[in-house]
């Protein structure tokens, strides 16, 4: 069983940077791949990074592309998602979700384990 407590969100003006964290619990954490996923109210929730469990293979959605880094460490059971050049359309509650058997992977549905999310919000 894997658990997964975002952390990191807040208010940011345009053009500033954020720090995401998923912090997990588990032994498998170190097998999973891990994606960062966010929804606005009134839309689908949408991927936005992902990393295999080695750190080796990244993903990321072209609207971040750029912009966001997604890494982990696992000697301390925690994935990262870097996001500079923050705009007002990043807003949304931003998700960490894993899956021990998972290489990389985009869809939702794929993943087993969810954290409760961590607002981001970016004025203009």
């Known amino acids: 069983q894997v658990q997964l407590v975002e952390s990191g969100g807040g208010l940011v003006q345009a053009g500033g940077s954020l720090r995401l964290s998923c912090a997990a619990s588990?032994?498998?954490?170190?097998?999973?791949?891990v994606g960062w996923f966010r929804q606005t109210p009134g839309k689908e929730r949408e991927f936005v990074a992902a990393?295999?469990?080695?750190?080796?293979?990244?993903d990321y959605a072209d609207s971040v592309k750029g912009r966001f880094t997604i890494s982990r460490d696992n000697a301390k059971n925690t994935v990262y998602l870097q996001m500079n050049s923050l705009k007002p359309e990043d807003t949304a509650v931003f998700y960490c979700a894993a899956d021990p058997g998972l290489g990389l992977s985009w869809r939702e549905y794929d993943y087993d384990y969810w954290g409760q999310g961590t607002q981001v919000t970016v004025s203009s």
């Open positions: 588990g032994r498998t954490f170190s097998s999973c791949a």
């Open positions: 990393i295999s469990w080695s750190g080796g293979v990244t």
